[in-house]
């Protein structure tokens, strides 16, 4: 059994009763268990304020609708892409506690976990990146030393947009490879946009040699086209190379796309399940009851409107590869990156994304409208 698959059983199941009308996943959401984690994570964000001083705060908060700073975030390191909300680097030791008590909060126990290891192995990355500072000529040598001041675990920023414990309010992490975003709205909790990624995704060398992060979201897509039968792969093939224009964007909602690959309707009660299984390992970053709202959404659109769709190689989980999952109420991107030195496919990207509630926007615009007030 998995992290939450007792919860995700029992929506499910209320789906699926007779003559039940599909609610909007917005009702799914409203629980006393996501009214309680709500609390949890708006408990530990007051904690984490007030371990801040006036110059932090100054940093750290937004107003709810500052959408501008609600959309400033970025997988890429600060040398491509720089930040003003307030740093990791900024913090003290008490501080630092306070924030990871927030993360704890608002991810499962995968989901910190996850979360954490990407930020740890950009101090890797840091370590590999200064090691080849003498190996870089003479011409490049300051780019490649801001290169690597921008690398490792303090260079990730974090911004509150309104009031935790009032009715609606967020928070946001962003840095190279990870950008999380967490919005309440009546007790109700949204975790997209997500980017999750690293580079590397398997440690080669040294004392951590064999650690690696978002690796079963590998196996997990390699297990679902390896299982399809000729015709289906055939449907489920986008396209033979990776297209990097075909990833979705960050920051602001992008356009829908039109839906490619093959339908879950065209899949097997098996295999549909596994491809719901693939869904998990994305959707389980978030806290328990936030994940299971999500997954029961996902299943109340229905299998004709969910579609699995591969780019790459489908053969070979070392090379370039990319995978999307759409529908209605989730959007999941999977890409493995070349390396820039040419050394092979060990560098990943991915997003969740929920077309419909990103920032918790549907959520938001009906809470306006129905209760216009803080």
């Known amino acids: 059994m998995n992290r939450f698959t007792t919860a995700i059983a029992f929506c499910a199941a209320a789906l699926a009763l007779p ?39 100054k940093k750290f908060i937004r107003a709810l609708d500052d959408n501008a700073a609600r959309t400033d975030w970025s997988n890429l390191p600060a040398t491509a892409y720089p930040r003003t909300a307030l740093a990791l680097s900024e913090l003290s030791d008490v501080q630092r506690v306070a924030l990871h008590d927030l993360m704890a909060a608002a991810m499962s126990g995968e989901g910190y976990g996850e979360a954490a290891t990407i930020m740890w192995i950009d101090d890797i990355l840091h370590g590999i990146e200064a090691a080849n500072l003498p190996n870089v000529p003479a011409e ?46 009546d007790g109700r909790i949204a975790f997209t946009p997500l980017f999750l990624g690293a580079n590397p995704q398997i440690v080669r060398q040294g004392p951590y040699a064999g650690w690696r992060v978002l690796d079963h979201e590998i196996a997990g897509g390699f297990a679902l086209i390896a299982a399809l039968d000729p015709d289906q792969r055939k449907a489920a093939l986008a396209g033979a190379a990776v297209d990097p224009a075909q990833f979705t964007g960050k920051g602001k909602k992008d356009k829908p796309q039109l839906p490619v690959g093959i339908a879950a309707n065209r899949l097997s009660p098996a295999q549909r399940e596994r491809l719901m299984a693939l869904v998990e390992e994305f959707v389980g970053f978030a806290n328990r009851e936030a994940a299971a709202a999500q997954i029961a959404a996902i299943r109340a659109d229905g299998p004709a409107k969910l579609h699995f769709a591969w780019w790459g190689s489908s053969d070979d989980r070392t090379k370039r590869f990319m995978y999307r999952i759409a529908g209605p109420s989730i959007l999941i991107e999977y890409v493995r990156e070349p390396q820039a030195d040419g050394s092979g496919a060990n560098h990943v990207h991915a997003i969740v994304r929920d077309p419909r509630n990103d920032y918790g926007e549907d959520w938001l615009a009906r809470h306006y409208s129905e209760a216009p007030h803080p």
């Open 19 to 57: 003559g039940t009308a599909l609610a909007h996943p917005a009702a799914v959401h409203s629980s006393a268990g996501s009214a309680a984690r709500a609390a949890a994570m708006s408990d530990a964000a007051t904690r984490f304020v007030a371990t801040l001083d006036p110059a932090q705060r």
């Open 140 to 185: 490049r040598r300051a780019a490649a030393e801001r290169g690597v001041a921008a690398r490792g675990s303090g260079n990730y920023w974090i911004s509150l947009f309104g009031e935790p414990g009032s009715r609606s309010w967020a928070w946001m992490i962003n840095g190279h490879h990870f950008a999380a975003n967490f919005t309440v709205v």
